[in-house]
């Protein structure tokens, strides 16, 4: 009877031990899975800060393959820099307008961004093919800008008023503003570029040069770069002549009147007619080394 009392007390103390370890393992799953629950929701806020249902452009600055990423990533959200232009462009009605380009730059992979959106210009497949071409220039620019480059992501915003920004004019500015960042550069106030750019980092003629200046004046820019050969332009006259002869007919006189059309052109001089002064280059290297401040 004793020996069977004994075993129903170590019966018993065991049956505790279980249900004690039992707790203890209760409590130790529910510490964890709230550790896993703060864990995901810090996590989630932070993934918050990188991504943004903003459509994005991705060009690759080693391939230079432009790719429409939806929902794409926001590398740049935490920026480190960034550049801001003002954009000469021409409206549909053709007098001049001013948009803006911000560039920022961030650590990262070689990654580079146009943002659109609902806040931003339409941007049509010129200004695409003109980020690539303004990221090779800048590698051509030094090898610190070509390894800069491999080791930061780029954001390219238009803004504005204008309902879309087209063409390639803004290839010198992406490609002034992008040497910029990567040599850590900033850019003197009050001045702007115009011009398309090329592999070789030349800058092309473009249109509407007088008009842009008149757009940029306004704005409050006070130094113009332009294409080489384009701080001269031509105005248009159109002028009309009548000439009238008189002849008889035997039974009255008769007034005969021809109209001729001549058009003439006027050389204009851009900074003088717009009172701002507009330097003439030849590609983004010269450019930078004229609007980079010191």
Known sequence: MKHAQTQH???GEHNQHSRRAHNNRDKLLMVILLVGIAAAFIVGLEMGRYYSPTQSVYVDSQSNQPAI?????????AQNTKISLLLPAIKQNGQGAVAQLDVEIKNGS?????????????????????IKLALITAQGYSEKTRQNLRNS???????????????ESAGAAMSVATIALLNGKKLKPNIAITGS???????GEIGGVLEKAKALKNA????????????????????QNETCNTRDIGNGIVQECRTSRNVESTPVNISQEVGITVIEVNDAYQAYRLMVAQ
Request: proline share 3%; net charge negative; no cysteine.
């Open 153 to 167: 992501d780029l954001l390219f915003t238009f803004s504005g008023t204008m309902g879309s920004v087209g063409g």
């Open 69 to 77: 990423l939806a929902n794409a990533e926001r590398t740049l959200a």
């Open 110 to 130: 070689g990654r580079s961004f146009l943002r659109v959106d609902g806040t931003n210009p339409v941007v049509d497949q010129n200004t695409q093919d003109s």
């Open 197 to 203: 750019i090329s592999e070789n980092g030349s800058i």
């Open 9 to 11: 007390s170590q019966h």
């Open 220 to 239: 409050g820019i006070t130094t113009f770069l332009v294409p080489v050969g384009e701080s001269i332009t031509t105005r248009q006259e159109v002028f």
